[in-house]
């Protein structure tokens, strides 16, 4: 057998990590920042998530959700303080598209209607809904293109309220910061209008924070910075560095009802000590601080440094864009073969930051100098 080849790979096979450092099969050192996708939220390998999911694993991985998972318990109370939803309940499934799926699958139990309002450049995943609210007719089969779903401009509240007004909106799902969109932040005015127009017409509004939650904004959640509190907020990625685990933070006006949800291997015991560790690593290192200052750090260096082509430095905390007046293409793969060291990317000119939320100030020293090696 051969893998569906779906992916354009990179002919780079990575065997090792430690921080923010990753190692290929022949020994090459690479900085990351990239954080396999932002993923990487604690750093690789780091002792205390190895020593976790070792002793877990050694003791037991998995355990139906048929039985009490003390774990889970102690996960959903130490987010929820770690986030400031101590009132919020959690379900706990696999991938960000999966804690999508059921965001909007509760919201229609709930108002009891079908269509939702999206960005437009959104990314939510690609299953079933999420897939439709993903603003990428590339990817959206014809199985799933079933007209619930609407994509409106960033910030321009009154294209949304003119939807919203027909009394027919199942749920607004937004990510504060859009990841493959291209870095574009929803602003404050904005999201404190929607919450009104949401509250005013029954419909649930939203946050995908599955890339720019976990602390990567510099405060727990990207939406914290814009003063409103959404009725879900959707997380995946960095909660578990690594391994596979998302979950749905859910407002205490929805009603758990039996059987509505439910997931084989969500909020399995292996993923609750990986993502406890996670958060003891988190709260031991600041790494949410450490997010919002080597951030703002690294953004300032390189609009300090200058370089060519580079037309936009944005974001927020380690989740940053640059945007040049070329295709991000060369440069990329340069920073890659020649400087080694990832990136991310979004549309064809912005070269996307998403690295682990341990990088130190001399890393990204180092960053700005391979980057200006490149352009
Ligand atoms: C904002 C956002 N939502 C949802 C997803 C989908 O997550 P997953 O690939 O884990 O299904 C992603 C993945 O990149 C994402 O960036």
């Known amino acids: 057998m051969t893998l569906f080849d779906v992916y354009p790979l990179f002919d780079i096979a990575i065997d090792h990590g430690k921080g923010c450092r990753v190692w290929d099969s022949d020994g090459i050192e690479y900085l990351d920042l990239y954080g396999g996708h932002a ?24 355990y139906s959700n048929s039985v009490q998972n003390p774990l889970q318990k102690e996960f959903a109370r130490r987010l929820g303080k770690a986030c400031g939803y101590e009132d919020y309940s959690l379900f706990l499934i696999n991938s960000g598209a999966e804690a999508n799926e059921n965001a909007l699958k509760l919201s229609s139990f709930y108002n009891g209607r079908t269509r939702v309002l999206s ?16 603003n990428n007719p590339k990817i959206i089969a014809p199985i799933n293109a079933n007209g619930h779903v609407t994509y409106l401009p960033l910030n321009d509240i009154e294209a949304w309220e003119k939807e919203i007004e027909k009394d027919d909106v199942c749920a607004c799902i937004v990510e504060c ?14 999201l404190q209008a929607l919450r009104k127009l949401c509250d005013e017409h029954n419909t649930v509004l939203i946050c995908d924070e599955i890339q720019c939650g976990y602390g990567r904004s510099g405060k727990f959640f990207a ?23 998302s979950g749905l933070l859910i407002s205490p006006k929805f009603t758990p009802v039996y059987g509505q949800l439910g997931t084989t291997f969500g909020g399995n015991h ?4 990986g993502a406890l560790a996670v958060l003891d690593i988190m709260e ?6 450490n997010a919002a200052e080597v951030g703002e750090y690294l953004m300032q260096a390189i609009r300090d440094a200058k370089l060519p082509h580079v037309v936009d430095v944005r974001g927020r905390g380690l989740m940053i864009g640059i945007e040049l007046d070329i295709p991000y ?18 549309g064809t000119n912005v070269i996307r930051l998403l690295p682990p939320l341990c990088l130190t100030r001399e890393e990204a020293d180092s960053f700005v100098k391979k980057l200006e090696a490149v352009l």
């Open 39 to 62: 993923v990487i939220s604690v750093g690789h390998a780091h002792p205390h998530y190895v020593d976790a999911i070792c002793s877990q694993v050694a003791k037991l991985g998995f």
């Open 119 to 134: 960005l437009e450049k959104a990314f939510h995943g690609r299953t079933s809904l999420a897939v439709e609210a993903t």
């Open 177 to 190: 910061i859009q990841g493959v969109g291209g870095i574009r932040m929803v602003s404050a005015e904005f």
């Open 223 to 245: 939406h914290q910075h814009l003063g409103v509190r959404p009725d879900m907020i959707t997380v995946a990625k960095g909660i578990c560095n690594g391994l596979p685990m």
């Open 270 to 273: 292996l993923a609750c000590a």
């Open 284 to 289: 031991e290192e600041h790494l949410v601080v």
């Open 329 to 346: 293409k060369e440069p990329r793969t340069r920073l890659i073969k020649e400087e080694h060291c990832f990136t991310g990317c979004s």
